[in-house]
């Protein structure tokens, strides 16, 4: 799923609106996920793994929210210059709207998959070891170039209104969350015109069966047509990940991660030739000179492999949810102040949640550098509400609004400095499957 499809065709004040339904939407639907599990007795959710998907979905908002990106090109130019013809709004320009951003969808995450580059912006999404709805948030930061739009080249051929293009793709993207479960069997007929769950677990299978399967976005015709159709088959259950395990539960990193590789391969290689070619080479592809002195293992045996799973303790587990409502919290309130934010105050809001899930995702990843990330922020918080004697123009909501976000801080410098120091096992990841 690319839910980059639509972030370079909207406006940024509606976006941060409509965040606020989302968000919460998005939330009771995981929870809700997450109690089925819980009664029929068969939980698809691992706290640490929830949260650290949910965090991957809020640096992905903050990200886009704030619009840091380069856009290479934007569909308004494109059917300015390119429409031939022109096409009255009627219900046969949705559909041709339609069909073309699922055309464009399937060869953008078709592009994701098969080329080093481009699939360092699309392996936050697989990166979890669970499926389940969270994990249908696990959204990049890492695509910063944007070029999506020259897929949509035959919309503006055919003169598809910018209008209908930027209605239809959050609807687009928002219809690819809920088929990331595994509590839904196959579809029947369905199974031949959607994308389904079933289908969408093979995509996030790494079985040798399944790898760079079923593609599509909405429609499945576009992998029946172009050969990358693969039907979910009782005797092989799919398995999920990466083939390179991410093992972390921060976000941020693991966006970057593959990226990091490369840029170590292309140091390293001793020819110019692979310099260059790397970035463009199949998604794993490495020089041979470097494969030879800095071997990476991948999992070969897909069902015999350990998941990533430092120790964590009841404790650790309930103060890591407290601290991703806190900073969903602190994120629902720039999206409804937005308007009264100054951009440059926008992007500094933006820094300090992007540094809180970078901090408390660090602390359960069992790092012991966590405690100067938490105890950094903590007092960098505290001393903002001290000094402007406000948060972000919390008082004009709420007399005392300062004091809970004040405790929050205060209980941050605390918690970084606890888990670090005094609860065991702390920087020892213990890998158990
Ligand atoms: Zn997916
Ligand atoms: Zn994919």
Redesign the pocket.
């Known amino acids: 799923?690319g839910f980059s499809t639509f972030f370079y065709l909207r406006n940024m004040e509606s976006y941060a609106s409509a965040l606020l339904y989302a968000i919460p939407f998005f939330v009771a639907l995981v929870l809700f996920e997450i109690l089925y599990g819980h009664f029929v007795k068969n939980q698809k959710h691992n706290v640490m793994d929830t949260v650290s998907s949910l965090s991957s979905g809020l640096t992905n908002i903050i990200k886009d929210s704030l619009g840091l990106a380069l856009v290479l090109v934007s569909y308004p130019f494109l059917v300015e210059n390119l429409a031939i013809f022109q096409i009255e709004a009627t219900w046969a320009v949705w559909l041709i709207a339609f069909i073309a951003i699922d055309f464009a969808g399937y060869w953008n995450?078709r592009l994701?998959?098969h080329v080093n580059i481009f699939w360092n912006q699309?392996v936050i999404?697989?990166s979890s070891e669970e499926f389940n709805l969270a994990c249908a948030l696990r959204q990049s930061i890492s695509n910063v170039i944007g070029y999506f739009p020259i897929l949509l080249i035959p919309a503006a051929v055919l003169g598809v209104p910018h209008k209908v293009i930027a209605i239809l793709a959050p609807i687009h993207l928002f219809a690819q969350f809920w088929y990331h479960t595994q509590h839904i069997g196959k579809m029947g007929w369905l199974e031949y015109i959607i994308v389904t769950p079933s289908q969408h677990r093979v995509?996030h299978a790494i079985n040798p069966e399944y790898i760079d399967k079923n593609?599509g976005q909405i429609l499945c015709i576009w992998d029946r047509w172009f050969g990358t159709f693969q039907e979910e088959m009782d005797e092989v259950p799919p398995q999920y990940g990466v083939l390179k395990p991410a093992a972390t539960w921060n976000p941020i990193l693991i966006n970057f991660q593959h990226l990091w590789r490369l840029c170590q391969d292309a140091w390293r290689t001793r020819s110019w030739w692979n310099r260059f070619r790397i970035w463009f080479m199949p998604t794993g592809w490495r020089p041979a000179d470097v494969i030879e002195r800095y071997p990476i293992s991948k999992i070969e045996d897909v069902y015999n492999f350990s998941k990533y799973k430092p120790e964590a303790s009841l404790g650790l587990k309930g103060y890591s949810i407290f601290q991703l409502l806190c900073n969903t919290g602190l994120l629902l309130f720039m999206f409804y102040n937005y308007s009264e934010i100054r951009f440059n105050n926008l992007l500094f809001f933006g820094a300090f949640v992007f540094l809180g899930i970078y901090g408390y995702t660090s602390l359960m990843d069992r790092k012991q550098h966590a405690v100067w990330i938490e105890v950094f922020r903590g007092v960098a918080g505290i001393l903002l509400i001290l000094w402007t004697g406000d948060w972000f123009g919390i008082n004009a909501y709420y007399d005392l609004g300062i004091y809970p976000v004040a405790l929050y801080f205060v209980i941050t410098i605390l918690g970084g400095i606890y888990f670090t120091y005094f609860e065991e096992g702390y920087a020892t990841p213990n890998l158990a499957s």
């Open positions: 799923m995450h994701s998959h699309h999404h697989h995509h593609l």
